[in-house]
């Protein structure tokens, strides 16, 4: 297994899902799964999916400049720091952020989305 590969084959799928459809995120987070956005803590899939589809957006796009990547512990686990741009629908300006992720491998060898941290990054 190629980290760099794995990380950017997660990041382009979960960006993808969350600019046309952020319900289908449902199946990369588990109840164990925690999402701290903007400070804010959520933890289990349907929290985490019902904050993300209420955002006060309906359309974004999202555009990726970084992801790192690492082995996270024995377990398999990888963490994947992302930055980018988030452009809303109807706004000039596009949005700074930061993303990390700490996947999680699954008895099907995929991975869940153990911990999920987004931060908007202000000039």
Do not use: W
Not at 66 to 83: I, K, Y
């Amino acid at each position: 297994m190629d980290p760099d590969a794995v990380a950017k084959a997660f990041v382009e799928h979960y960006y993808s899902t969350f600019d046309t459809n952020r319900a289908g995120l449902a199946n990369l987070y588990q109840e164990s799964s925690m999402l701290t956005f903007e400070g804010q803590k959520i933890q289990g899939s349907p929290n985490i999916v019902a904050k993300l589809t209420s955002l006060p957006f309906q359309q974004c796009k999202h555009s990726i400049t970084t992801v790192d990547c690492q082995p996270s512990g024995p377990a398999g686990g990888m963490l994947v720091f992302v930055s980018g741009n988030l452009q809303l629908s109807g706004e000039q300006h596009a949005l700074k952020f930061s993303q990390m992720f700490h996947l999680m491998p699954t008895p099907q060898s995929s991975f869940y989305v153990l911990n999920d941290i987004f931060r908007l990054n202000y000039a």
